[in-house]
Structures are given as C-alpha cells and as structure tokens.
C-alpha cells in the first residue's frame, strides 16, 4: 500500500510541475490581451469557481456554511497578499519583463523565506544558508543584467524590483498561513471570495470594464483553472500521500528549465545563455538551502 501511494505521490507531484512550468508562457501570452489586474480579476473567478466545484465535489459543502467571523476575517488579511497583491505585482513584472527573466526571479521567494525568518521568526541562519542566499542573487544579477554584470543593465529595473516584491510578497503571505489551521482548500477559497471584490474595484477604478478579447479570457481561464486552483490542489495530494516528501520536495527544481522550453516554443523568446546560466545559479543556491534546512532539522532532532 505505501508503495502504491510513493507512486500516487510522484504522479500528482510531477504532473503539477507540468502545469507550474506552463504558466510563465501563460502569464505572457495573456498578457498580450489583457492588463495585469484585468488578468488577475479573470484567472481570480475561475479559480473560486474550481476551488468551490471540488469542495462541493468532496462533500465538504457544509463547512462553508459554519464558517465564523474570525474566519472571514483571516481570510480578509491573506487575500489581500494572495491572490490581489502577489499576482497583481508578478503580472506587472511579466509585462514589464520577458518570461525568462520573471520566472526565474520569482522563483526565488524560498531564499526571501529565508531572510524574513530572521525578524519575523527570530530563526537564526548558518553559513550554508547565507551561501545559498548569495548564489541565488548571483543568478538572479546573472538572468537580470543579460550576463553582463559589468555593466550592470537592466532590461526592465521596475520588472525586475516588482519580480523580486513578488517574492516578498509571497514570502509574507507563506509565513502568515503558517498560522491558519483552516483545510487548505477552503481557506484558499475563502481568501480568494475576500479578495474578489478588491480586485474588481481595482480594475474599475484604473482601467474601467471592457469587452476582453477571447484569447485573454481563455488564457485567464488556464490561468485560474490551473495556476491557482488544480495545481494546488495536486500539489497538496501529492504532499499528504508521499511517504518521503523530501524527495517530493526536491521535483521542484525542474519547473524552471522545463518552463524555459515552453517559453521558448510557446512565446517565441529566444533564450539567452545567461538566462540558463543564471537559472543554474538559482537552482543551486534554493538545494544548498533545502540541504542546510533538512541537516539543521536532523541535527536538532
């Protein structure tokens, strides 16, 4: 029986790698149609739809009815960070940025965990764990500058100080449900209904409503469907069945070089040498993190 759920584990867990590595070219072509908060607004609305059709689904209906006060209030906070202010910032630096630039950078928020542990979690941090942060923003200088660290150019400075805010962002946001003991499920949801009508006075006050153009609507609808709903909801499965969530853990890592191939066929951007270069730099400093991590876990034991 375990042996049959590892195999589960690793079948939900890579195929939410396939999706995650899908939605940087995602997040670009859509935006090609639509601005950022009206793609946030979009995606935001299938994805309580799906968040909702599978709590219905598993019978779990009811608890969204005994849901308290305290609750919606929660909510109220971690909406705000997760969906409104994360996707709006990383949506403005995918189209400030291109997708080979962004996606690499957000991928960073691990290490950004990690440097608002110190004063939020009074954790300390040994020198495994400051290497890793160093080699991490090596790669993310390396991906930025095109490679040419001399100069110190930057594409977009704006994309790339939004890409890196995104990182905080969701850092914050992180550390903030370490504290909820909700079902994943429906907190989510219930942060996506609280952030719902934030989104949508956005969109009303900067841009107004408009007519979208399909393919902006379908790809907010991927978006939704997938980014924020079915890829959580594989991601969590995989987590709760794994007899070794290490090894779950560490599939990670392919993501961003599996997106780079999809960035490159789907949205047409040649990708740079620096770019892998840099990638590497970032994969290796987020496993010197994870390795630091798991031997401070073992040493304390």
């Not at 495994?128 to 040419?148: E, F, H, K, N, W």
């Not at 914050?172 to 934030?198: H, K, M, Q, V």
């Not at 006075?201 to 979208?212: D, N, T, W």
Request: proline share 4%; charged share 15%.
């Amino acid at each position: 029986m375990a042996i049959g759920n590892q195999q589960k584990a690793y079948a939900y867990a890579l195929a939410t790698v396939a999706l995650w590595s899908t939605v940087a070219s995602a997040f670009k072509l859509s935006l090609r149609y639509l601005q950022p908060a009206e793609l946030l607004l979009y995606a935001t609305v299938v994805s309580c739809g799906v968040l909702l059709a599978v709590i219905l689904a598993q019978g779990r209906g009811r608890e969204l009815v005994e849901i308290d006060r305290r609750q919606w209030l929660i909510s109220c906070r971690l909406g705000l960070l997760n969906p409104f202010l994360y996707y709006l910032v990383l949506f403005k630096a995918y189209d400030l940025l291109p997708a080979q630039q962004a996606q690499p950078i957000n991928h960073t928020w691990a290490i950004t965990l990690t440097l608002l542990s110190i004063p939020l979690l009074k954790q300390k941090i040994g020198r495994m764990q400051i290497l890793a942060i160093c080699v991490s923003y090596i790669g993310v200088l390396v991906i930025s500058t095109r490679g040419d660290l001399l100069a110190m150019e930057f594409d977009s400075p704006a994309g790339v100080g939004l890409a890196l805010f995104s990182t905080l962002i969701w850092a914050l946001y992180w550390i903030f449900s370490t504290r909820d003991n909700r079902e994943p499920i429906i907190g989510l949801l219930l942060n996506f209904c609280c952030a719902l009508p934030c989104i949508a006075g956005y969109v009303l006050l900067v841009h107004g409503f408009r007519k979208p153009e399909p393919a902006g609507l379908f790809g907010a609808a991927y978006i939704g469907f997938f980014e924020m709903g079915i890829a959580y909801i594989f991601w969590l499965k995989a987590m709760k069945l794994s007899t070794d969530t290490a090894r779950i853990a560490n599939l990670i890592f392919i993501c961003p070089f599996l997106s780079l191939v999809f960035i490159h066929f789907l949205v047409g951007e040649e990708i740079l040498p620096s770019t892998f270069v840099g990638l590497v730099f970032i994969v290796a400093g987020l496993a010197l993190q994870s390795r630091s991590g798991r031997a401070e876990d073992g040493g304390s034991a």
